[in-house]
């Protein structure tokens, strides 16, 4: 006889910074989430023309800025505090959709995000401290979009105790060559452990760095994932 699988399947909500759905993170979805979840999408920019997102979430001097791709593979640059209002809109949009578990597919800092009964998963507060306990004494280097994001950076890692080093190639614009060059920068500058720090660097993207470096490379979205379908089981 036939055994019955009792899983429950989990809604849960995606919200990227970018345009859903993002193609790029897809296969990870699909290998990860997709076998136990019903996954829903939702973007910041859904529906946004380019002079529009300037206009409405552009940064202004000095600001912490965050990157992300639009439908087209387009690459734009966002005020942090602008999108994180943005971001709460669609968490409370998740949660009339009936989902469960909330991922933000972006692994800056956010300090004023809220969920009401949905999980809210930022996985800034997750794997940040997780690589930091497991890197130990290592020092870490961090493969960043921009170089702009480096002092934020130092401080967010440094606040749980990790030396870090910092090489920036954006997933959505750098070549094959400068994302293999940062990695070599990294392992020169002393680094023993790589993090793709950006949702949107791929499987792909952490064998270029694996190959280029000769470290260890983690992947930020692969580990979410891999961590969210315990929820699942």
Same mark, same amino acid.
């Given at each position: ?123 800034? *507060? ?5 690589? !930091?306990? +497991? ?6 280097? /961090? &493969?960043?979009? @921009?170089? #702009? ?60 760095? *694996? ?5 260890? !490379?983690? +992947? ?6 891999? /961590? &969210?379908?315990? @929820?699942? #089981?």
């Amino acid at each position: 006889m036939e055994r019955s699988d009792s899983r429950q399947r989990v809604t849960i909500g995606l919200i990227t910074i970018g345009q859903a759905p993002r193609t790029d993170v897809q296969p990870l979805i699909e290998r990860w989430l997709a076998p136990c979840a019903d996954v829903i999408q939702l973007g910041v920019l859904d529906g946004m023309a380019v002079a529009e997102i300037e206009r409405e979430l552009g940064p202004q001097q000095g600001e912490f800025v965050l990157t992300t791709r639009l439908a087209d593979g387009e690459a734009v640059v966002l005020s942090a505090a602008k999108t994180e209002l943005a971001m709460q809109r669609l968490i409370d949009e998740c949660e009339r959709q009936g989902c469960q578990v909330i991922i933000l597919l972006c692994t800056g800092a956010f300090r004023h995000l809220a969920a009401e009964r949905a999980l809210l998963i930022e996985p800034e *507060r997750i794997l940040t401290p997780a690589i !930091a306990k +497991l890197a130990g004494g290592t020092q870490i280097g /961090l &493969i960043i979009p @921009l170089a #702009e994001q480096a002092e934020e950076m130092r401080q967010k890692w440094g606040a749980f105790g990790a030396s870090i080093t910092t090489a920036a190639a954006s997933p959505y614009t750098a070549t094959r060559e400068r994302l293999a060059a940062a990695a070599q920068e990294l392992r020169a500058a002393g680094a023993g452990i790589i993090v793709l720090d950006c949702m949107g660097y791929t499987l792909e993207h952490q064998q270029i760095a *694996r190959e280029a470096s000769g470290c260890f !490379a983690l +992947l930020s979205s692969s580990l979410l994932f891999k /961590l &969210i379908t315990e @929820l699942c #089981e």
